[in-house]
């Protein structure tokens, strides 16, 4: 009897000590909380979780500042001028991924909220009249333009931009949601969303940066934009869709610089609401335009939606293309380094390449302009990175 005891026993407790080693909970680490602000001097890496960012905050030259996937950083426009800068030398690395972003975000989603994230790396640049180096427009007034077209400002990937566009200090100009100055073609920039800014989507100026699949949704401005001698050239999967106010899908120039260089860019997606109106209600309603010496070769591209535009008894007639001044027309167009292949083109007024102004007329060499009604535009995937509020913005 003792010994059927003890064997019941015995098999009892190995049967309570297997169910209570199996069933213990995985314990689970919370988000990491905090407030990120000043100028960052030493490598920082900030865990999975929740942070705001409050200020102009700064990467130092040499410091390379890491935000895990998933992670969300708020702003509150209440606290002033607030952005992410990221100094020459310094690396921010943003290592989200599809179904967990990294995004930075505005407490009261209103567009114009704060600066962005604003680059700075030491490629060359091509300033107006030929210089080497300028001044950043973005109230830092950081000199930019470098000698290091390899250059490596650090990864940002399945990353989120909402609401910013504001201005900073005494800028003369708004922010956009990323402003890349002077980056180099070490840096990688892929999986990336400017949503509902106050000015462009994205802004280079100067630099070899490439931009890999990029979503520009529902920023006033242009959602693609870039000047000071940009030769990114490899591009591709580029998806803007304007809505309520925006200007150009992309808006091309070179500093009045003629050059041998220029940006390449495949698979091109621009769309414009049908309820969408430019920023100044006047002629900024073309899907592409070209000025002072922009140029470059842009491939299997979809434009949908540029039609006209009637404000107080005036009519401005949308293009798929507008070529904005005789010198861009003479230097880029006629001489072939402006190139736009396998172009479909719906909803939109003027369907070939027009003068935007009065006094030239603008004729593609031939094979320089080319139309298609196979053309797929962007490719891009769906997931948590391109969803806002529920709104899949790649659709």
């Known amino acids: ?76 426009k209440a606290t002033g001028d607030n952005a992410l800068v990221v100094l020459k030398g310094g690396k921010l690395i943003t290592n989200g991924t599809a179904d967990k972003p990294v995004v930075f975000t505005e407490k009261s989603k209103v567009p114009g909220s704060w600066g962005g994230i604003i680059v700075y790396g030491n490629a060359p640049a091509l300033i107006a009249g030929g210089l080497t180096t300028g001044t950043s427009e973005d109230g830092n007034k950081i000199t930019y333009g470098g000698t290091n077209p390899t250059d490596n400002s650090g990864s940002l990937v399945y990353t989120r931009v909402e609401y910013a566009g504001s201005k900073l200090a005494d800028g003369n100009k708004e922010n956009n949601g ?64 304007q809505t309520g106010k925006g200007n150009y899908g992309m808006e091309i120039e070179a500093s009045a610089n003629d050059n041998a260089f220029g940006p390449k860019v495949s698979n091109i997606t621009l769309k414009r609401a049908a309820t969408n109106v430019p920023e100044g209600n006047d002629n900024q309603v073309d899907a592409i335009q070209f000025k002072r010496e922009g140029n470059g070769e842009y491939s299997n591209i979809i434009i949908d939606g540029y039609g006209n535009f009637t404000f107080n008894g005036t009519t401005y007639y949308g293009s798929a293309v507008s070529i904005l001044d005789a010198a861009t027309n003479t230097h880029q167009v006629n001489t072939g380094k402006i190139k736009l292949l396998n172009v479909k083109i719906s909803n939109t007024t003027n369907v070939t390449p027009i003068a935007g102004v009065p006094g030239f007329t603008v004729t593609f060499p031939a094979g320089n302009f080319t139309t298609s009604a196979t053309a797929t535009g962007a490719s891009l995937t769906a997931g948590a990175w391109a969803t806002v509020d529920g709104v899949d913005l790649t659709k």
Request: charged share 15%.
């Open 1 to 76: 009897m003792k010994t059927k005891f003890f064997a019941l026993a015995l098999a009892t407790g190995l049967f309570f000590n297997s169910c209570s080693s199996s069933d213990d909970p995985t314990p689970v680490t919370p988000p990491a909380t905090g407030e990120i602000t000043g100028t960052i001097t030493a490598n920082k890496t900030f865990a999975y979780g929740n942070y705001t960012l409050k200020g102009i905050v700064k990467i130092n030259d040499g410091v390379t500042v890491t935000f895990d996937a998933g992670s969300t950083i708020t702003i509150d």
């Open 178 to 241: 990323f402003t890349f100055y002077s980056v180099g073609s070490g840096t990688k920039l892929d999986h990336l969303v400017s949503y509902k800014g106050a000015d462009d989507g994205y802004e280079f100026f100067g630099g070899t940066v490439s931009l890999t699949n990029a979503i520009s949704y529902g920023n006033t401005d242009d959602s693609f934009d870039w000047q000071d001698g940009w030769q990114g050239t490899a591009n591709t999967n580029w998806y803007a869709y």
